[in-house]
């Protein structure tokens, strides 16, 4: 059986054929089929509940997180504006108000 690829923006397994080109029937996202061949090496970075994130999202931290190297800590349910998608176990760079810049992991975040 023809397995069809998972949508590269949003990462739904609902997909379809449409001539030479590939549909998702979730955010209508189309690309072809020599493309998806050149996609595979790209990231898809998840909240704790699965939603796909983007650079400059809103996010919430879901779980008290400590500063390391100081006494700071950034509580469960603050917002984080406009954050940046990079490589690497902390795969958020963002800037705190009251705290500053700092890296989180995607698991203990919900996108806002």
């Known amino acids: ?10 990462g739904s397994e609902y997909t379809y054929h449409d001539g030479s080109n590939f ?7 189309e690309w072809s089929q020599d493309a998806d061949e050149n996609n595979d090496d790209l990231k898809v970075v998840k ?8 650079d400059g999202d809103t996010i919430t ?7 390391k190297g100081s006494s700071l800590v950034v509580k ?7 954050i940046r998608l990079v490589e690497g176990d902390h795969d958020i760079d963002c ?3 009251g705290i500053g810049a700092m890296k989180l992991k995607s698991e203990f975040v919900k996108k806002a």
């Open 1 to 10: 059986m023809n397995e069809l690829p998972n949508c590269p923006q949003c």
């Open 23 to 29: 549909v998702c029937s979730l955010c209508a996202h």
């Open 47 to 54: 909240d704790a509940n699965g939603n796909v994130l983007q």
């Open 61 to 67: 931290v879901i779980k008290d997180l400590k500063v």
């Open 76 to 82: 469960v349910g603050t917002r984080v504006k406009n």
């Open 95 to 97: 800037k705190i108000d």
